[in-house]
Structures are given as structure tokens and as C-alpha cells.
């Protein structure tokens, strides 16, 4: 897994950027934890968060679940979620790996895993425990950046996927696997631009957020959102 520094070098970024009122507001990050939530249904035993990082979408998730948990490998993501967790009874954070997760098999009704798959190096490991601690009628959610020819998302990520790539990985782990694709190509364009990024904060902040449409089309979106269930683990 390559080194995240984020945190050591931002804090608790997700809180800001998920507040509509502060200037790091951050629309298509704000859209990608909406289209997670808005697949978890309620009542809920427990959730897991995997690579909850400073906590933002594990407190989110929590009013799904009797008892959320969150698992962080960085020292620091897991420090300031459990800082930022800390009034939030049912809500509990580990620092622990993705590769050797310390639950047992079939514990979890839904499983969190947000844009962190692009940064593993092995995730086939990864998979299989998700798979093992997922509930046999549970549900894995896991979104990622699609893979673009002229340059990478981020430095740090280890591999970024096309739609048939990511499906033919996750079929190997899950009986059903069907991905969503969000965040339109056409408005994530204008916010690369500097003009662009000032006004569609402010219409995104005030009017409606236009990174959450979804459609079938990878080539109309950057985003995806895989639903997998049926662990074959």
C-alpha cells in the first residue's frame, strides 16, 4: 500500500470538505459518500467501515446500525476518527490492516470500502476478507475512480480500474456484482477549472449538486460504485 500522508498533512479534511459552509467544501467527495448512503438501508445490526480514515463516513453511516465500526492502518486517520467519534456511543475505531481484519466470520450486514481499493497493493487479500467477515446475506460497497488513459487520480494510487476490469476482479469474490457509475464527466471537467471550481461550490452549496447523477455509461462518469453481495469465501 503506498504511504498516505494525508492526515499528517490536512487533519480531519473529510469533516471540512463534506461542510457546506466551509471553503474547502468539496462537491464530487460530498456525492460519492451520498451515493454509498444511500444504499445502506436502516435497522442494521452492524456496519464496517474499511479505510475510515478521520471518521466522517462512519459517523454518517452510524444512524444505520446499532454498532459501526471503523478500521484505519494510519496511525494518524485512526487517531483523529476516534478523536472525532469520541460523543458517538456505537461508533468504535481500530487501527488495523484490511488484509488481516480482526473480526470473525460473518459479522457484518454492510461493508464500507470508499475509494480505497485504488491504493492496495494486494487486493485479492483484501477482498477475501471483506468476503470472510461480510454476513452471507450481506452487502459489500466499494466505490473507486475509473480509470482515465491521460494521467493517474492520484499519485499514491496503486491501480486504478476500467468498469470490466473491477467486475471481473470482485466476480471472483461475490456471487452478484453490479456497478453504478456517478459523478458526470462534463461537470467534474469545469470543477478542474479554476472558474469552474469557485462556481459550481457555490451552485452545489446553495442549489443542487450535480456530481450525483448516476447513469449506466462508464464513458459519461468518473466515478463507480460497485454493490456486491453473496461472499463466495
Given at each position: 500500500m503506498n504511504p498516505f500522508n494525508k492526515y499528517e498533512m490536512m487533519g480531519d479534511y473529510h469533516w471540512r470538505e463534506c461542510n457546506r459552509n466551509s471553503k474547502n467544501y468539496n462537491p464530487p467527495l460530498e456525492a460519492r459518500y451520498g451515493a454509498i448512503l444511500k444504499r445502506i438501508p436502516s435497522g442494521l445490526n452492524r456496519i464496517l467501515d474499511v479505510g475510515c480514515g478521520d471518521g466522517y463516513l462512519l459517523a454518517q453511516a452510524s444512524r444505520f446500525a446499532a454498532r459501526v465500526i471503523g478500521i484505519e492502518f494510519e496511525k494518524e486517520g485512526?487517531?483523529?476518527?476516534?478523536?472525532?467519534?469520541?460523543?458517538?456511543?456505537?461508533?468504535?475505531?481500530?487501527?488495523?490492516?484490511?488484509?488481516?481484519?480482526?473480526?470473525?466470520?460473518?459479522?457484518?450486514?454492510?461493508?464500507?470500502?470508499?475509494?480505497?481499493?485504488?491504493?492496495?497493493?494486494?487486493?485479492?487479500?483484501?477482498?477475501?476478507?471483506?468476503?470472510?467477515?461480510?454476513?452471507?446475506?450481506?452487502?459489500?460497497?466499494?466505490?473507486?475512480?475509473?480509470?482515465?488513459?491521460?494521467?493517474?487520480?492520484?499519485?499514491?494510487?496503486?491501480?486504478?480500474?476500467?468498469?470490466?476490469?473491477?467486475?471481473?476482479?470482485?466476480?471472483?469474490?461475490?456471487?452478484?456484482?453490479?456497478?453504478?457509475?456517478?459523478?458526470?464527466?462534463?461537470?467534474y471537467r469545469l470543477y478542474e477549472t479554476k472558474i469552474g471550481w469557485k462556481l459550481m461550490k457555490v451552485f452545489s452549496r446553495y442549489f443542487y449538486n450535480p456530481y450525483s447523477g448516476e447513469g449506466d455509461d462508464p464513458k459519461k462518469f468518473y466515478q463507480m460504485i460497485a454493490v456486491c453481495k453473496g461472499p463466495r469465501v
Open positions: 485512526a487517531a483523529l476518527a476516534a478523536k472525532k467519534l469520541g460523543s458517538h456511543s456505537h461508533c468504535f475505531v481500530l487501527r488495523g490492516s484490511c488484509y488481516q481484519l480482526p473480526f470473525g466470520k460473518r459479522s457484518f450486514d454492510i461493508i464500507l470500502l470508499s475509494d480505497v481499493i485504488e491504493h492496495l497493493d494486494n487486493t485479492d487479500l483484501c477482498l477475501q476478507e471483506l468476503g470472510r467477515v461480510l454476513k452471507a446475506e450481506g452487502t459489500l460497497l466499494l466505490t473507486t475512480p475509473q480509470y482515465r488513459p491521460d494521467r493517474k487520480w492520484d499519485s499514491r494510487h496503486v491501480k486504478e480500474y476500467q468498469p470490466p476490469e473491477l467486475n471481473a476482479l470482485l466476480t471472483n469474490y461475490f456471487e452478484s456484482v453490479k456497478i453504478h457509475h456517478f459523478c458526470p464527466v462534463g461537470w
